[in-house]
């Protein structure tokens, strides 16, 4: 009963994180990165309150508080800096890079979890991998292999490994404190933290002009990307890290069918190829749980 409730929330957390990362590519390029980051934690603080009321008493123990003050600062560093990696490099080639998160969090599952993978669970956790790839390769891509090479990669690089460690500690932290406080306390950190660098950089008048603008735009990102980090939470919490990520990493088969509905965009067949490779090994991969 455990595994399947498990199953199910990962398959939520991969259609959320789609559509929130749909949501989250446009409010970026239309109010910035840190005040993205900084209202989907509002959003995720406010809109969590009354279901982490309870769990409140479990920040007395310092381990917790430690633990998820260190994952809210993690979430902070490693979000601005796939930020930067996006804005310093082709967005195309970046996307490919960022999927080194999946086999970080793997490994540190089977490290500190205990973690085991069948065989035949191995080759299909690398279909996985191998859909998402080919999914974010772009023609050119093929023609020049140098572009890995170019400016924003190596950031993207320390990103991804950030964003494994944000997948592991939350899955920690589920166990340890509870799923919603595992999402609810590191948004505090990391939104207090935003705040800071929206405040010396800039104030809040513009922010706040840009958030009466795309209020609804704004509110879309922050209640899926909220949804989809609660759903991976409690998917984690009796479910193995490894085989949850994995079918989680599909997401960006979402974004592309929305690009494709939504912004009408045209992607080469091998990436059609590459989503639809992605889906059904995570269907596959689900079933033999």
């Known amino acids: 009963m455990f595994i399947e409730g498990s199953l199910i929330f990962a398959f939520l957390a991969m259609i959320c994180w789609g559509i929130g990362d749909f949501f989250i590519q446009r409010s970026a390029r239309k109010i910035g990165n840190v005040e993205s980051l900084f209202f989907i934690?509002?959003?995720?603080?406010?809109?969590?309150?009354?279901?982490?009321?309870?769990d409140l008493k479990e920040l007395i123990e310092w381990q917790n508080l430690l633990l998820l003050g260190f994952l809210g600062v993690l979430t902070f560093v490693a979000g601005l800096l796939d930020f930067e990696a996006l804005k310093e490099g082709k967005l195309s080639v970046i996307e490919v890079v960022l999927e080194v998160e999946l086999p970080i969090t793997i490994l540190l599952g089977l490290i500190f979890f205990g973690e085991t993978l069948s065989g035949v669970q191995w080759g299909i956790i690398s279909l996985i991998f191998i859909g998402i790839v080919t999914m974010s390769i772009k023609g050119h891509h093929l023609k020049n292999p140098r572009l890995f090479l170019e400016k924003g990669v190596l950031i993207a690089l320390l990103g991804s490994i950030g964003m494994g460690g944000i997948n592991f500690l939350t899955a920690a932290s589920a166990r340890q404190v509870s799923p919603?406080?595992?999402?609810?306390?590191?948004?505090?950190?990391f939104s207090i933290l935003c705040m800071i660098v929206i405040w010396r950089r800039e104030?809040?008048?513009?922010?706040?002009?840009?958030?009466?603008?795309?209020?609804?735009?704004?509110?879309?990102?922050?209640?899926?990307?909220?949804?989809?980090?609660?759903?991976?939470?409690?998917?984690?919490?009796?479910?193995?890290?490894?085989?949850?990520?994995?079918?989680?990493?599909?997401?960006p088969a979402i974004c592309l069918f929305l690009g494709l509905w939504i912004n009408k965009e045209k992607?080469?067949?091998?990436?059609?190829?590459?989503?639809?490779?992605?889906?059904?090994?995570?269907?596959?991969?689900?079933?033999m749980v």
């Open 180 to 189: 919603i406080m595992a999402i609810w306390g590191p948004a505090v950190v």
């Open 267 to 287: 992607e080469n067949w091998h990436q059609y190829l590459g989503a639809g490779l992605a889906i059904v090994a995570s269907v596959v991969l689900a079933t």
């Open 203 to 251: 104030g809040f008048s513009k922010t706040f002009s840009n958030l009466m603008r795309y209020k609804w735009l704004v509110l879309g990102m922050g209640i899926f990307d909220t949804a989809a980090w609660t759903t991976y939470a409690f998917a984690t919490f009796h479910g193995e890290v490894a085989i949850i990520t994995a079918i989680t990493e599909s997401y």
């Open 41 to 54: 934690g509002i959003i995720g603080i406010i809109g969590l309150l009354p279901l982490v009321w309870g």
